[in-house]
């Protein structure tokens, strides 16, 4: 029996939908929101109404109970149209809902998951420290226990989704303690409001303006010890497990922002004339058309390789970063080729091709760099099994 590279029919449903929503609601008000860095409210709550946010969660748990690949095909045409808005469902079901759903207790899902499905409100990923990026087992910021209770002191940095008005919390790591020399890093829920707990004012960014990021500051922040997610020590390992399958989501949607760029150049390439024809006549156009095709379609299959193995919960991590690699790569490309194609016009403002060109880069960083990702591809083909801080140990056994 030979491999299907066929969508099922509800998977094309939901493709479908998302692509006529993003079309009709999402483009639409792409250009002011970034001109404006204004975060889309209204765009926020009618992807929430259409289920995406808990697209592919349980309907026990208040979600839609699609699959991982509906998921996947729902970021690719929501980021085609806005990448900030791409981003924000991302984060907000691969970093703010997974952990919660994989290791939260049945009385954290119940109090948080049905908002957070829906869309109503959104919770945080806050990993990312000044000094611990790449290497986050670096990460500084502590709680300790005091009574019954949390207290967190430090601070995260790049945060998405923690500081809009729907924001309901951000799960971070902290040092809890050591172990055979090692620091203990565990997860702890954080809700909105807790004293001790701000959010900085939103960064000036390069890209995904409509985006919300911002730093995050924890001084005497007091939580509940039940805030615990999870077992305490197992924060990194969860963490990391969660950034292997947001790693083929970010893929995914840096797979929408290329097709977008090859979207906007095709039309673009039949209207613009020069030297009495149109730029789609000129052989080193169709060259540079047919790269942009051939790089997102492996790009495209590769993220649908790596989020089959995450939907059997089979091992995902060298595909997942191999995806992460290759589409964030070819998207950054393509948005290059993008603005050159079309001259002088796609380095103006009027035209997306100048958004999509400053969205795309952050693609190659966030949730693991190109670097990490080729590291942790390494990894896998020497044997360590995709452990990045073994096959750096300055110590190593072998």
């Keep these: ?40 409210y209204p765009v926020v709550a009618q992807m929430g109404e259409l289920g995406l946010f808990g697209l592919p969660y349980p309907e026990s748990v208040g979600g839609a109970g699609a699959d991982y690949i509906s998921y996947l095909l729902a970021l690719e045409e929501i980021s085609r149209a806005d990448a900030a808005v791409g981003i924000t469902l991302e984060a907000g079901v691969s970093l703010g809902i997974a952990p919660i759903y994989n290791y939260g207790t049945e009385e954290q899902k119940t109090s948080l998951l049905p908002d957070l499905c829906a869309g109503r ?4 990923f806050g990993l990312t420290e000044p000094e611990a990026g790449s290497d986050a087992g670096g990460t500084r910021t502590k709680a300790i226990k005091a009574g019954d209770e949390w207290l967190i002191d430090g601070s995260k940095c790049f945060i998405t989704n923690a500081g809009t008005d729907i924001s309901a919390g951000v799960t971070i790591t902290a040092v809890t303690g050591e172990s055979d020399g090692r620091k ?34 924890f001084s005497g922040c007091r939580v509940p010890q039940g805030n615990l997610l999870g077992r305490e020590g197992g924060g990194f390992g969860q963490f990391l497990k969660v950034l292997e399958s947001g790693r ?14 090859l979207d906007a150049c095709l039309g673009y390439s039949k ?32 993220v649908w390789r790596a989020g089959a193995l995450i939907e059997e919960g089979r091992p995902a991590g060298k595909f997942a970063a191999i995806a992460k690699l290759h ?31 400053r969205d795309v880069k952050i693609n190659e960083i966030g949730e693991g760099t ?18 990045v801080s073994r096959m750096l140990d300055p110590n190593p056994e072998s």
């Design 370 to 387: 190109s670097e990490v990702q080729r590291l942790v591809i390494a990894s896998h083909l020497l044997g360590f099994g995709g452990s």
């Design 184 to 217: 203990q890093i565990s997860a702890i829920l954080v809700e909105r409001g807790t004293p001790g707990y701000t959010q900085a004012p939103p960064y000036h960014k390069l890209g995904w303006h409509a985006s919300d990021t911002r730093e995050l500051s």
């Design 121 to 124: 409100s959104l919770w945080a």
């Design 271 to 302: 209207q613009r004339r020069q030297f009495g024809r149109t730029l789609s006549r000129f052989q080193a156009t169709q060259l540079k058309l047919a790269d942009m095709e051939t790089q997102i379609e492996l790009s495209r299959l590769m």
């Design 1 to 40: 029996m030979g491999l299907s590279f066929e969508l099922s029919p509800e998977q094309e449903a939901i493709r479908q939908t998302c692509r006529e929503f993003a079309d009709q609601v999402v483009a639409p008000q792409a250009e002011e929101s970034d001109r404006l860095s204004r975060f889309p």
């Design 327 to 357: 589409a964030s790569e070819t998207a950054t490309w393509c948005a290059n080729q993008a603005v050159q194609i079309h001259g002088g016009a796609g380095f103006m403002e009027d035209l997306p091709v100048a958004r999509f060109y």
């Design 248 to 261: 083929v989501a970010i893929a995914a949607l840096s797979v929408g922002v290329a097709q977008a760029c």
